[in-house]
T-cell receptor
């Protein structure tokens, strides 16, 4: 069953702790993305990667870090430097051989800082 | 940076009515404009997209129009049904970049 999978679905973190969100895809997509969704603010881009071992900052990268060591995986780390980390995080992937192709989203991870 | 404005933020219609959502952009050139639907508790999914070489595209009850000169594009849903109730996002891909910039979303509520 092909697709893009995020884990866990719900995540709780204590203030001051780093936490890593998982994103895996078996669609053979080169491009992967992390978005943050807050009520009334749409989907804001955190980081994206067009190819293995390369990634670019999006609009709200501060307090986050990513890695792209494998084509299938694009984990996001929410660091203690992120001032307001409680949000819904969505990962997505797309083909990169054509510039205008559909992005497929994971089911999301809801992070709550307690 | 790129910015996409989306209006309205909420839209309530009666079943059978039409719904129109509009997006405008100002900072970038783009030739790809997708629309995503996100039902409650689910992931966003592509419902229709349009490329800059056409001005309109239709798929059953859904249509999208594009005015590149004025830098706005719109989603039209006719004969709305309760299952159309969801949050709709417009997006664009800035020319030369492999990323999608999204609007702020429109919550559509279709009442029976």
């Amino acid at each position: 069953d092909g697709g893009i999978t995020q884990s866990p679905k719900y995540l709780f973190r204590k203030e001051g702790q780093n936490v890593t969100l998982s994103c895996e895809q078996n669609l053979n997509h080169d491009a992967m993305y992390w978005y943050r969704q807050d009520p009334g603010q749409g989907l804001r881009l955190i980081y994206y990667s067009q190819i293995v071992n390369d990634f670019q900052k999006g609009d709200i990268a501060e307090g986050y870090s990513v890695s792209r060591e494998k084509k299938e995986s694009f984990p996001l780390t929410v660091t203690s430097a992120q001032k307001n980390p409680t949000a819904f995080y969505l990962c997505a992937s797309a083909r990169a051989d054509h510039m205008n192709t559909e992005a497929f989203f994971g089911q999301g991870t809801r992070l709550t800082v307690v | 940076g790129e910015n996409v404005e989306q209006h309205p933020s909420t839209l309530s219609v009666q079943e059978g009515d039409s719904a129109v959502i509009k997006c405008t952009y100002s900072d970038s050139a783009s030739n790809y404009f997708p629309w995503y639907k996100q039902e409650l508790g689910k992931r966003p999914q592509l419902i229709i997209d349009i490329r800059s070489n056409v001005g309109e595209k239709k798929d059953q009850r859904i249509a999208v129009t594009l005015n590149k000169t004025a830098k706005h594009f719109s989603l039209h849903i006719t004969e709305t049904q309760p299952e159309d109730s969801a949050v709709y996002f417009c997006a664009l891909r800035p020319l030369g970049f492999q990323k999608l910039v999204f609007g702020t979303g429109t919550r559509l509520l279709v009442s029976p």
